[in-house]
């Protein structure tokens, strides 16, 4: 007995009439894109206001399912066993198989719940119920009924064939990629901006990214491993496009002009402000940052406020209120700490002052950035039409 298909649940809160279409195709599209990274062949539909992924051939369970928890959206997986409705005697031997592979300790309470979406079966479901249960208790005298809190609720599905499932296995909820509109997300190597890009992703946003790097003083490889870092994020939030700018001459242009101690602000306002024209670009509706308030001193409230004071688009901060390890143990869930702690240079980290303002004062940096008025237009016009692209995760 193998399992053939999984049936995948959602929470149906508030998707309701037209919602509910577009929530259901953006799922069965995602779960698509998931399945397409396992071996085997899969259908995904839609039946009967429920979803299936049928294996259409040989398949690797493990990957399957791990792909399956991987999706927004899907709140539980229960893998299904398909038996041919060979007459009652004969489910009855099946339901008994099934629960004798599936669970090696037969000790548990358990409720057959069956539903006939074929009328046309010789039983009522409360027959089913009663007679299967009987026999399940007879075949494993360990096992006791609980109509009311059972552990174990084995679900008999009769339709042309049959479905049997008892295991439910939680999905990482949330809404499906492409329910939300779109956001930019600024990508650094670090810990905090994939956690935040995962998070937002997690509500139905179609996430792009850019990065801002600065070559010769950035190297290949710490843009490699931003690349690695979408490729990571691009399993649960779909394929990303990534947009790499070269902000070097931006970044030894402001180092030239401004005072030392405003390097690292005004170059996050800029960094915003790039941002925010790619996006524009690239039709999101906001920006996202991995920014959590006095994590560093380019994150006081002072300087959140100096930061934000340039975007005019909504700018998700997803991980504001978190602490670094509350940041970390979402890392190591998702899978992107052991890449964000590699150790290479970022462009933030080599031009940073030894005494920067942690308490900006916004008219004192706008006055600052005054001095860069001769060139820098056409540095950042330069910087944004150059950005490269690269696509990250299977499209
Ligand atoms: P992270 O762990 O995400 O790098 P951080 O704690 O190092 O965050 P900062 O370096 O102050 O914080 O950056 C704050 C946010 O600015 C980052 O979370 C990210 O969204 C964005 N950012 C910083 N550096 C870059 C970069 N080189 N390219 C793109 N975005 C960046
Ligand atoms: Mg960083």
Redesign the pocket.
Known sequence: MRYQSFLIKYAEIGVKGKNRYMFEDALVKQIRFALKAVDGEFEVVKESGRIYANALSDFDFEDALEALERVFGVSAICPLVQVDDLGFEELKKQVVAYLDQVYQEKDFTFKVDARRANKQYPKTSEEVNRDLGEVILEAFPGLSVDVHHPQVMVHVEIRSRINLYSQVIPGPGGMPVGTNGRAM??????????V?GYMIAKRGVVIEA????APPYTSERAKEK?VELARLVSAYAGPIRLHIVN?TDIQLYIYDQCPHEELTIIM?RY?MRI?ELIARKEKCLGL?????IG??A??TVQSLAATNDVCTMPVFRPVIGFDKQEIVDIAERIGTFET?IQPFE???TIFVAKHPVTRPDIRKIRHSEGKLAERIDGLVETAVETAEVVVCGRS
């Open positions: 997300l600024l990508l650094s190597g670090g810990i905090d901006s994939p935040a850019v990065y801002f790097h931003v902000f996050r960094m941002g996202i940052t991995g920014e959590s994590q560093v380019s994150q964000s970022d462009c933030c």
